[in-house]
């Protein structure tokens, strides 16, 4: 049934394509790389860290999934993603300061580098190599840019889902249209 398809369909692309997506996927993979070089398996911030990693991910995969029947879940779902996301964040800075390591400042070279990398490159192949050879604090600190990038990234992309359910409606308002459409024919 045609109609039926055209009701949940969220577009022309799949959550795959997603900026948001694709930097979550970095993130979450980059996550499971430092975790598992620098923070011993036993301890709870291991698991910790990885899972708001994942969960940022994930979230946004099921909010754009469910946004095709209900914008006010998949709303939440994304907040529940941004609210795993500065976990992981608040993680990366706790791991840098109870270790005597430094954050890069927000002006400084390094940021500033990370930020046009974090632009550019949205393949987590690229940052896992680019982290073989670099420290705890350099791959902590990168973290905190592609996390800071992902918060900006997310909140656009959810005021751009709120004008879009305003101008098309969601799953009742289309369910209403097709339904006024058949009694018109």
Not at 2 to 13: C, L, V
Not at 68 to 80: D, G, H, P
């Amino acid at each position: 049934m045609k109609p039926t398809t055209k009701i949940i369909d969220n577009g022309h692309w799949n959550y795959e394509t997603l900026i948001c997506y694709k930097k979550a996927v970095v993130i979450y993979d980059l996550t499971f790389h430092f975790c598992s070089r620098f923070i011993d398996k036993r301890d709870r911030t291991h698991d910790q860290m990885i899972q708001a990693a994942r969960s940022g991910k994930q979230n946004i995969v099921e909010g754009y999934t469910d946004a095709s029947t209900s914008y006010e879940v998949a709303l939440k779902l994304y907040n529940i993603a941004r609210g795993s996301f500065k976990e992981l964040l608040e993680d990366c800075r706790d791991y840098l300061r109870t270790r005597g390591l430094g954050e890069w400042s927000v002006d400084s070279a390094q940021t500033k580098a990370m930020r046009r990398i974090g632009k550019e490159q949205l393949e987590s192949s690229y940052y896992i190599e680019f982290a073989e050879s670099r420290t705890d604090e350099v791959i902590a600190n990168m973290l905190i840019v592609l996390l800071h990038q992902e918060d900006v990234v997310l909140v656009n992309f959810m005021e751009k889902e709120g004008e879009r359910f305003k101008q098309e409606g969601g799953f009742r308002e289309k369910l209403t249209r097709i339904r006024l459409a058949e009694r018109g024919k």
